[in-house]
């Protein structure tokens, strides 16, 4: 080995460092929501906000059935009443209306309270709320609960799914049995991601309008079959714009229709002829417009005369027969 001495004029040259592979990107992980130290009462309003729109949309479509279930008391349908879809489409738009008029000032109240208990307790309730919405296990019961009371309804009104009438407390077994096994496990799932914690407030909007629904559609049908009945109408008849209306019937010659000029109820027109209720003889008939003179008519009248009279249930025509 031979040595060379180093000379000042040889430049340096640095050896290059190896390449590096780039690293690969890591999947970001979406954190919780940060706890609101305000008392959460602005996150209270959109949470009631986003499920409105589901509840809206099952709360029409229940009582769309509904009124198929009040004209189907008299043996006829809405159509044959003379009502289109669009009559109907714009009836259960008001009464939709109607109810969020009633649901807003109740939720207000609520929310008032709630803000108020808040600064008595000098945030802590809300400093708890925030904590327990972070919960996912307490959102999923919450979720569970809303869309338990719809099938509680729904059970109670139609029986089980093998067609078995249930008593309240039956139904309500059964309604907790379906919310513990079948949706309080799927709803923590769906608390994982933003887009599944959407679908289940979708889901819980939708089950708990159909509960809520079902509630106003028996109050439907109890009142189609009161005026069956007895000749008087409801509060929910009112809210869906069923009239409860009264008339006279004569001829084209001006002589009664029916016996002693007792009034029918007019259930409606529809090409050219109208459709009434005899409550004499519990018949639903048509009479051409043309050969018809209704006289008297009257919303809810009262038959009592100020409650000095009895009233006999309809079909007392049918007694002598």
């Known amino acids: 080995?031979?040595?060379?001495?180093?000379?000042?004029?040889?430049?340096?040259?640095?050896?290059?460092?190896?390449?590096q592979t780039p690293a690969e990107p890591m999947e970001p992980v979406e954190q919780p929501p940060a706890a609101s130290t305000k008392g959460s009462v602005l996150e209270v309003v959109e949470k009631i906000g986003s499920i409105a729109v589901p509840v809206a949309v099952s709360l029409y479509a229940m009582l769309y059935l509904g009124i198929q279930e009040v004209y189907g008391v008299f043996g006829v349908t809405p159509?044959?009443?003379?009502?289109?879809?669009?009559?109907?489409f714009a009836r259960l738009i008001g009464t939709l209306v109607q109810v969020f008029l009633i649901l807003i000032p109740v939720i207000g109240v609520g929310v008032a309270l709630s803000w108020l208990l808040n600064l008595v307790t000098k945030g802590a309730v809300g400093r708890l709320t925030g904590k327990l919405r972070e919960n996912p296990w307490i959102a999923a019961l919450v979720g569970a609960a809303l869309s338990g009371f719809g099938y509680w309804v729904y059970l109670y009104i139609?029986?089980?799914?093998?067609?078995?009438?249930?008593?309240?407390?039956?139904a309500g077994m059964q309604a907790l049995l379906i919310a513990v096994v079948g949706l309080l496990i799927p709803y923590?799932?769906?608390?994982?991601k933003s887009g599944s914690r959407a679908g289940m407030k979708v889901m819980t909007g939708a089950l708990f309008g159909v509960g809520l629904g079902f509630l106003v559609v028996v109050g439907m049908v109890a009142g189609a079959q009161d005026i069956h009945t007895n000749g008087n109408g409801n509060g929910f008849l009112d809210l869906v714009g069923f009239r409860n209306?009264?008339?006279?019937?004569h001829d084209g010659d001006n002589k009664a229709v029916i016996k002693d000029d007792d009034r029918a109820l007019v259930l409606g027109e529809k090409e050219g002829a109208y459709l009434l209720y005899n409550c004499g003889t519990m018949e639903t008939v048509r009479r051409p417009i043309e050969a018809t003179l209704l006289g008297q008519i009257e919303l809810d009248p009262d038959f009592t005369n100020g409650g000095t009279q009895e009233v006999e249930p309809c079909g007392y025509a049918n007694k002598g027969q």
């Open 1 to 19: 080995m031979t040595y060379q001495p180093f000379s000042p004029e040889q430049a340096y040259v640095p050896v290059p460092a190896p390449p």
């Open 79 to 88: 159509e044959q009443a003379g009502m289109d879809q669009s009559t109907i």
């Open 158 to 170: 139609h029986g089980d799914f093998l067609g078995n009438e249930l008593s309240l407390s039956g």
């Open 188 to 192: 923590r799932v769906m608390r994982r």
């Open 245 to 249: 209306q009264w008339a006279t019937v």
